[in-house]
Nanobody
Framework: VQLQASGGGSVQAGDSLRLSCAAS????????MGWFRQAPGKEREFVAG????????NYADSVKGRFTISRDNIGNTVYLQMNSLKSEDTAVYYC????????????????????WGQGTQVTVSS
């Protein structure tokens, strides 16, 4: 599967952005999906994940209550709605796809995801 992330930009603290990740291929619904981010000088970190069915979302504590992950299995797209953005949310955001059978135990780890998009920059000014 190939992934194309979009929707990043430069905003003020408190603003909202919605990231999209379009997937190619007809097997999108067979993949668990995740969003990660990487700030300069830091390791890539888990932001949010969603299971194949879309029933079970998971979030990093730092974004819980502000970010919402969702997916459209017909449109082959996963979204990340980001509200109440903070300066510490500034990073390059990546979408990723996982076919791992142990996803629900390992959704936080980059190694779980076999496919990655190219990243989209989010910059939040305070």
């Amino acid at each position: 599967v190939q992934l194309q992330a979009s929707g990043g930009g430069s905003v003020q603290a408190g603003d909202s952005l919605r990231l999209s990740c379009a997937a190619s291929g007809r097997t999108f619904s067979s993949y668990h999906m995740g969003w990660f981010r990487q700030a300069p000088g830091k390791e890539r970190e888990f932001v949010a994940g969603i299971s194949r069915s879309g029933v079970t979302p998971n979030y990093a504590d730092s974004v819980k209550g502000r970010f919402t992950i969702s997916r459209d299995n017909i449109g082959n797209t996963v979204y990340l709605q980001m509200n109440s953005l903070k300066s510490e949310d500034t990073a390059v955001y990546y979408c990723a796809a996982a076919a791992a059978v142990n996803y629900m135990s390992n959704y936080r780890y980059t190694e779980t995801y076999a496919y990655w998009g190219q990243g989209t920059q989010v910059t939040v000014s305070s």
